[in-house]
């Protein structure tokens, strides 16, 4: 069993579509700048710009890219998304993966339709399963990385534990925060996937006061109402140690379950610069006792 696994960050945090402007090696030489040394690369394109840029960081700053991500077909929400289904695509995921020295491919989320149904998700983690061992000939690892819908139940059991007991070589990035927002306590749930998760999302998770919305009237239905109404949005995404969970558990627990990986991710921050959330998450965790995992 590992002592320690490698901290780093989930580049769908500062991805393009979030930043005022964006550059690869600009961007890492931030996050090395703050103490980060690992990344996994989302939501960020693979164009030969990119790529060339991610590779630059690891040659000149030692940065190390965990996993790269890919969906396993094109969605109505992302027909131009890289997917595994597409011979090209494919060629060009493993290609890419190679050339920064990576052996992890993660799976987002699975696509819209995959979840509305027990046969639609069997149908899914029996696709996912078939790429995850043609990705394996090319020495390269499948993950799927969970929400809180697949805590759903079909047929009495979770969307995710379908995945689970109908796949044999597909692994799972699990998300703490995503497991407690579905309902479950993330520890329990970690060790119930030990040994197939080498990838672990570090989050936290916080409730913010309420507060009485402009002009609402509190002695009527209709002003109690927006009250009730803003209750869905009290749940945020925290910053890691800045919320409710028992993260050096998580880490633990993730750490004998075969975790190498222990992913900083900001969802959201909030009106807060992405590099400011991921600096206080890098130093709660050296004030946990994580300083040399980084």
Request: charged fraction near 25%; charge should be negative.
């Amino acid at each position: 069993m590992p002592q320690k696994g490698l901290i780093g960050v989930q580049m769908s945090t500062i991805a393009p579509n979030k930043m005022p402007r964006f550059d690869v090696f600009e961007s890492m030489e931030k996050l090395t700048g703050i103490g980060y040394h690992c990344i996994e690369i989302s939501q960020v394109p693979m164009t030969a710009e990119n790529v060339t840029g991610f590779r630059r960081s690891i040659d000149e700053l030692g940065m190390n890219v965990a996993s790269l991500s890919a969906m396993v077909e094109p969605s109505p929400q992302q027909p131009k998304a890289e997917a595994l289904s597409n011979p090209d695509h494919f060629k060009k995921i493993v290609d890419d993966c190679k050339a920064l020295d990576c052996d992890m491919l993660r799976i987002g989320a699975m696509p819209m339709d995959a979840r509305f149904s027990y046969e639609a998700s069997l149908d899914f983690a029996k696709k996912a399963d078939e790429y995850a061992c043609r990705l394996k000939e090319e020495g390269i690892d499948l993950y799927y990385h969970n929400h809180h819908f697949e805590f759903a139940r079909f047929n009495g059991q979770f969307l995710m534990d379908i995945i689970r007991e109908n796949t044999k070589q597909l692994g799972f990035e699990l998300d703490i925060h995503w497991i407690y927002r579905g309902g479950l306590d993330p520890v329990a749930f970690i060790n119930r996937c030990a040994g197939r998760i080498r990838l672990l999302h570090l989050k936290d998770y916080r409730v913010v006061p309420m507060t009485v919305p402009e002009g609402a009237d509190l002695s009527t239905p209709e002003g109690m109402a927006k009250v009730y109404a803003q209750m869905s949005n009290i749940v945020q995404f925290a910053e890691v140690g800045e919320g409710t969970l028992d993260i050096p558990a998580c880490i633990q627990a993730g750490l004998n379950g075969g975790s190498e990986y222990f992913l900083v991710e900001q969802d959201m921050c909030y009106g807060r610069d992405p590099f400011e959330s991921l600096k206080i998450s890098h130093d709660n965790l050296v004030k946990m006792g994580y300083g040399d995992w980084f």
